[in-house]
């Protein structure tokens, strides 16, 4: 889509305006792509201009109805209603899996910060999310917090040490390293922001799909706890439209600080400037 910009052209002199139009649905792949752009970030530069079945006076609207209704569920809800909020289930992830408590455990064995970088604000990028778990003695997990958002890379930064801050020091900061030295200098960078606290880099293997598989499992067997807060309803969301969803972020984060504090076999502990740090596998 965005390279169809660059057919945009006339002649010298031409007063003709370039533009481009473009119609869809809701659903199917690239909705949440294109539900950042145009729904949810309303530039003047490309509006969006919502369409229903009451606007097309020459429809046969009684007989469209009836066929929408043999969709059933968030097909028709798409089709029918024009709703961009409704979707699609990715099938990895049920919310009901996922109980609601009041508070993080009072003894835990072990809590991690996870962080999944990100360093755009715009509508189409990816975003930064910082998973807060722990590990209660009997073996359950209980997600704490999150923190998400879309930072350019001296906000996310600045995000990441005023949740360090908060968290306090007895929690690990782990943070996914992406491949080449422009990721290990990112979190060596990181390490000396966050002096005082254990920082630990994370190399990725393999993909999101296969890293979220454990903690899918997890989840199924009722062993993951949410405290409740005001992040629940977007993380519940990503989860159950993952991996088909736009935005997998807080999904791994998930899958990479629960790996940690289960102490999956085949991580090494790499050291950053006199701390000790997640590297890949040995």
Same mark, same amino acid.
């Given at each position: 889509y965005l390279y169809l910009f660059s057919r945009l052209r006339r002649g010298a002199g031409v007063e003709v305006p370039l533009r481009v139009r473009a119609a869809s649905n809701p659903g199917d792949h690239g909705h949440e792509w294109v539900r950042a752009r145009f729904v949810e970030e309303r530039c003047p530069d490309r509006p969006f201009v919502p369409s229903r079945?009451?606007?097309?006076?020459?429809?046969?609207?009684?007989?469209?109805?009836?066929?929408?209704?043999?969709?059933?569920?968030?097909?028709?809800?798409?089709?029918?209603?024009?709703?961009?909020e409704v979707r699609d289930e990715g099938g990895m992830f049920d919310r009901a899996w996922f109980a609601l408590v009041d508070s993080a455990p009072a003894i835990v064995t072990s809590r991690v910060r996870e962080w999944d970088l990100a360093a755009s604000c715009s509508a189409t990028a990816k975003r930064t999310a910082g998973v807060k778990?722990?590990?209660?003695?009997?073996?359950?997990?209980?997600?704490?917090?999150?923190?998400?958002?879309?930072?350019?890379?001296?906000?996310?930064?600045?995000?990441?040490?005023?949740?360090?801050?908060?968290?306090?020091?007895?929690?690990?900061?782990?943070? =996914?390293?992406? $491949?080449?030295?422009?990721?290990?200098? *990112?979190? %060596? +960078? /990181?390490?000396?922001? &966050?002096?005082?606290?254990?920082?630990?880099?994370?190399?990725?293997?393999?993909?999101?799909?296969?890293?979220?598989?454990?903690?899918?499992?997890?989840?199924?067997?009722?062993?993951?706890?949410?405290?409740?807060?005001?992040?629940?309803?977007?993380?519940?969301?990503?989860? =159950?439209?993952? $991996?088909?969803?736009?935005?997998?972020? *807080?999904? %791994? +984060? /998930?899958?990479?600080? &629960?790996?940690?504090?289960?102490?999956?076999?085949?991580v090494r502990v790499r050291v950053i400037g006199g701390r000790r740090g997640i590297g890949g596998a040995a």
């Open positions: 079945i009451d606007d097309n006076p020459h429809l046969d609207r009684i007989a469209y109805r009836q066929a929408l209704a043999k969709l059933g569920g968030v097909a028709r809800r798409q089709l029918e209603e024009g709703d961009w778990l722990s590990r209660a003695p009997d073996g359950s997990f209980c997600v704490e917090h999150v923190v998400v958002g879309k930072w350019s890379p001296g906000e996310r930064d600045a995000v990441i040490e005023a949740t360090a801050h908060a968290d306090g020091v007895g929690c690990r900061i782990a943070v =996914e390293q992406e $491949p080449g030295s422009g990721g290990i200098a *990112q979190i %060596d +960078a /990181l390490a000396r922001r &966050l002096v005082g606290f254990r920082v630990e880099r994370v190399k990725a293997t393999g993909d999101k799909v296969l890293r979220a598989g454990p903690t899918a499992s997890q989840a199924e067997a009722r062993n993951i706890r949410l405290v409740r807060g005001a992040w629940n309803q977007e993380f519940l969301d990503e989860l =159950e439209a993952f $991996p088909t969803g736009y935005y997998m972020d *807080q999904v %791994d +984060a /998930l899958s990479h600080g &629960l790996s940690l504090l289960a102490a999956v076999s085949g």
